[in-house]
C-alpha cells in the first residue's frame, strides 16, 4: 500500500512553545491530506481537510489559530500546534487520499506531550 | 452529523477461533475501509470496498459491503497472535466526498 511518513514521531516541549508535525506522502501524490487527533482509547477524530494550495477545513470546534496546517505541495503539509498547553497533549495522526481512489493512509502518528 | 456503529466494542478470544465485527449505519455509503491500529501506531488499511455486495479478501481477512449500502462486516479466520489490535471500520458517504465516517472500533484481544 501507499506510504506516509510523519515526523517527529514523538515530541516533548513545554507549555506556551510551539510544535511542527509534518506529513508526507512518499510514494503517491496527495492531493488531500487529513489530519486527526486520537485520545486513549477512542476513535479517530477529524480536526481538519487539507487541499493542496488552498486554506484548510476546519471542523466544528477545532481552533484555525491554534492548529495552523499548511499543505503546500502535493506531497507534504504540515500542522504547527501554536503555543500549546497540556491540554493539547495527544496523539496526532495525519492521513492522505491517493488521487483518482477512495482509499485514505495513515501515517504512524505523533504523540506529543506538553510540559 | 453521520454515524458508524461498529460491533461489537470488544473482544477475548482464543488463538486460532475466528472472529466477526460490523459496522452499520442509517446512511448509505459508497466506499467501506477496513483499518487495524496497533498502540502507538497509525491505522493501516487493511481491505477497500467499493460497490455494494462486494466480497473481498486478504490473507485471512475478508470483509464484505453489504447489499443494502449501510452495512459491512470483517471476518478474521484462525486468529493468531498478531492480530491483536484495534479494528476500525470507515466509509464515505458521498462519492468523491472528502471525509471518512469511523466507526468506534473493535479491540481484539487473543489468549494463546
Known amino acids: 500500500g501507499a506510504v506516509v511518513s510523519q515526523h517527529p514521531s514523538r515530541v516533548i516541549c513545554k507549555s506556551g512553545t510551539s510544535v511542527k508535525i509534518e506529513c508526507r506522502s512518499l510514494d503517491f501524490q496527495a492531493t488531500t491530506m487529513f489530519w486527526y487527533r486520537q485520545f486513549p482509547k477512542q476513535s479517530l477524530m477529524l480536526m481538519a481537510t487539507?487541499?493542496?494550495?488552498?486554506?484548510?477545513?476546519?471542523e466544528q470546534g477545532v481552533e484555525k489559530d491554534k492548529f495552523l496546517i499548511n499543505h503546500a505541495s502535493l506531497t507534504l503539509s504540515t500542522l504547527t500546534v501554536t503555543s500549546a498547553h497540556p491540554e493539547d497533549s495527544s496523539f496526532y495522526i495525519c492521513s492522505a487520499r491517493i488521487r483518482v481512489k477512495e482509499t485514505q493512509y495513515f501515517g504512524p502518528g505523533t504523540r506529543l506531550l506538553v510540559l | 452529523g453521520q454515524q458508524l456503529n461498529q460491533s461489537p466494542q470488544s473482544m477475548f478470544i482464543q488463538e486460532g477461533e475466528d472472529v466477526s465485527m460490523n459496522c452499520t449505519s442509517s446512511s448509505i455509503f459508497n466506499t467501506w475501509l477496513w483499518y487495524k491500529q496497533d498502540p502507538g501506531e497509525g491505522p493501516v488499511l487493511l481491505i477497500a470496498?467499493?460497490?455494494?455486495?462486494e466480497l473481498t479478501s486478504n490473507g485471512r481477512l475478508t470483509a464484505q459491503f453489504g447489499i443494502t449500502r449501510k452495512d459491512s462486516f470483517l471476518n478474521i479466520s484462525a486468529s493468531i497472535p498478531s492480530d491483536v489490535g484495534i479494528y476500525f471500520c470507515?466509509?464515505?458517504?458521498?462519492?468523491?466526498?472528502?471525509?471518512?465516517?469511523f466507526g468506534q472500533g473493535t479491540r481484539l484481544t487473543i489468549n494463546p
Open positions: 470496498l467499493y460497490k455494494a455486495g
Open positions: 470507515a466509509g464515505r458517504i458521498i462519492q468523491g466526498a472528502q471525509k471518512l465516517v
Open positions: 487539507s487541499n493542496e494550495g488552498s486554506k484548510a477545513t476546519y
